[in-house]
């Protein structure tokens, strides 16, 4: 992404222009436009014209929209990467679409104030964003991150089972499949059988290796990872696989690929969910420790083991993560960024104000992006959880808020009384 311009004053009010470039661009904007913001980008309208013979003459023109937003639409589709017949290695397919619905609130020539649009984002043009209730510090936070050069995939993974392969790219806060191969094997029995057998296992590895080319962008020098993944031992004929046919094609730069930055690991079933094993594997984990989705998946294992060993530790839920909160026990949050595409403001105020909350008493705070497998089962388990410092009972904190609300509710009787 591109920073185009910037103006925000220090009570967050004013606006901000992006270029978004590739599909983690897009979700990016997802996630910081939200309803009541105003947005203007590029359109494309077909306008009518009456000449003064009165024949109607229509074209479409592209012009600059400004909305008042009502609705945003992300989607993450891999039927277009999957019709794509590119061999570049460089994997530059954009499969993410984003539409933004609105009111048109700036006069233009060709469209009247008011009209209902629905505006395409388009990679490469630029979006101006002004937020109606100020730009939070999630949202500026979320501008920088996406603004860092070089991101990209960092990971590509073949998740495969027995003539299935799933092709995935992770990047900093997306997961994509960007395609999937099915191929029926038929069991391996008598003779007759064994040869319709290895026919199909041919054309699976075939198939595999060909999409492997068009989907993993192996090339690329920000890659640090290609997975091999598997149950059994389907991984290691397939990166044999590939590996012998790069070296019959003589492609240098796969082989060298494959043998600086392949990895097999093992997983418990051939299903993209599965991705969360393979980031908390030691292999992967030593070498993306650095990365964001990474750390989403250490932090939420660490829930999960403290939950199981010292569940006074591991809190979870809107209302019991507050409460840690308040008495400053929390030591790691764990939230989903689906909270803060909240449709009421008060709400999204209400989870960034728990965030800065617990980052100015030292905490840290981990936000999750519901793209990944991890922040999936973070929502869940809610969107929120929360790994403390020290331990509290749930029911005793309960029963202290109790008391200090019939407390309030007995002062604020005895004013009243005096009063009257």
């Known amino acids: 992404m591109k920073l185009v311009g910037k103006y925000v004053d220090k009570h967050g009010a004013g606006h901000v222009t992006l270029r978004p470039e590739d599909d983690e661009d897009m979700w990016h904007l997802y996630n910081l436009i939200q309803k009541g913001d105003s947005v203007r980008a590029p359109a494309i309208r077909r306008v ?4 003064t013979t009165g024949s109607i003459d229509s074209q479409r023109i592209r012009l600059n929209l400004t909305l008042a937003v009502t609705s945003v639409e992300f989607s993450s589709y891999s039927a277009a990467a999957e019709q794509s017949s590119s061999a570049d290695p460089s994997g530059s397919n954009n499969s993410a679409a984003l539409q933004i619905a609105g009111r048109v609130i700036v006069e233009n020539p060709h469209v009247k104030l008011g009209a209902f649009h629905t505006l395409d984002i388009e990679a490469n043009r630029d979006v101006r964003i002004e937020k109606s209730d100020g730009w939070d510090s999630i949202a500026l936070s979320r501008v920088e991150e996406a603004i860092v050069p070089g991101r990209g995939a960092e990971v590509g993974a073949i998740v495969c089972g027995e003539g299935t392969a799933a092709f995935c790219l992770l990047s900093e806060h997306m997961t994509l499949v960007t395609h999937r191969i099915s191929v029926p094997i038929p069991r391996k029995a008598a003779s007759a059988g064994s040869s319709q057998h290895d026919k199909a296992l041919t054309k699976f590895y075939s198939t ?30 397939v990166y044999e696989y590939v590996m012998q046919e790069a070296g019959k094609r003589n492609d240098k730069v796969l082989q060298r690929a494959l043998r600086e930055k392949g990895m097999k690991i093992h997983i418990s079933s051939p299903h993209v969910h599965s991705l969360v094993e393979v980031l908390k594997s030691p292999e992967i984990s030593s070498q993306l420790k650095e990365t964001k989705f990474a750390r989403e998946g250490l932090a939420l294992d660490k829930f999960h083991k403290m939950l199981a060993t010292d569940e006074l530790r591991a809190w979870y839920g809107p209302k019991h993560v507050a409460l840690a ?40 705070a981990v936000i999750f992006s519901s793209m990944h497998e991890s922040g999936q089962q973070l929502n869940q388990l809610s969107g929120i959880a929360a790994i403390l410092t020290f331990p509290l009972d749930i029911e005793v904190v309960e029963a202290e808020e109790k008391e200090e609300e019939q407390r309030k509710k007995r002062e604020m009787e005895v004013d009243e009384k005096e009063e009257g």
Do not use: C, M
């Open 48 to 51: 009518q014209k009456t000449s």
């Open 325 to 364: 909160a308040d008495r400053g026990a929390i030591g790691t949050l764990l939230i989903s960024d689906e909270l803060f595409r909240a449709s009421d403001p008060d709400t999204r105020k209400k989870y960034v104000a728990l965030v800065e909350g617990v980052q100015q008493k030292g905490g840290d």
């Open 208 to 237: 595999l290796y060909d999409a492997f080319i068009r989907h993993i962008p192996f090339g690329n020098v920000g890659l640090k990872a290609i997975v091999f993944a598997s149950p059994g031992w389907v991984r290691d004929s």
